[in-house]
């Protein structure tokens, strides 16, 4: 069984900055790659970032591609979201998780996060 435990939510006006982290149990983090989703109220949940196992691979959703890095640490079992530029929409509870078959359309989540809470305030 693995856990995921987010951390770094809080409360930004717009045009501020977080990071995001993920810290994961067990001996097999780098088997999984790691992705950060996001629900807000009356909207479905979507992927925002996902890293391969490596690290070596990123992929981000077009309404962050450019102000968001997400990065992992498989030494630390954390993976990371850094998010510059906040903007109100994207207030959502962001979740973390684990992948073994990656996040390609179709792909199964293994294992979820509790979430954080992001507030953006204009």
């Known amino acids: 069984q693995v856990q995921l435990v987010e951390s770094g939510g809080g409360l930004v006006q717009a045009g501020g900055s977080l990071r995001l982290s993920c810290a994961a149990s067990?001996?097999?983090?780098?088997?999984?790659?790691m992705g950060w989703f996001r629900q807000a109220p009356g909207k479905e949940r979507e992927l925002v970032a996902a890293?391969?196992?490596?690290?070596?691979?990123?992929h981000y959703t077009d309404s962050v591609k450019g102000r968001s890095t997400i990065s992992r640490d498989n030494a630390k079992n954390t993976a990371y979201l850094q998010m510059n530029s906040l903007k109100p929409e994207d207030t959502a509870v962001y979740y973390c998780?684990?992948?073994?078959?990656?996040?390609?359309?179709?792909?199964?989540?293994?294992?979820w996060g509790q979430g954080t809470q992001v507030t953006v305030s204009s």
């Open positions: 998780a684990a992948s073994l078959t990656g996040f390609e359309i179709g792909s199964i989540v293994d294992y």
């Open positions: 067990g001996r097999t983090f780098s088997s999984y790659a």
């Open positions: 890293i391969s196992r490596s690290g070596g691979d990123t």
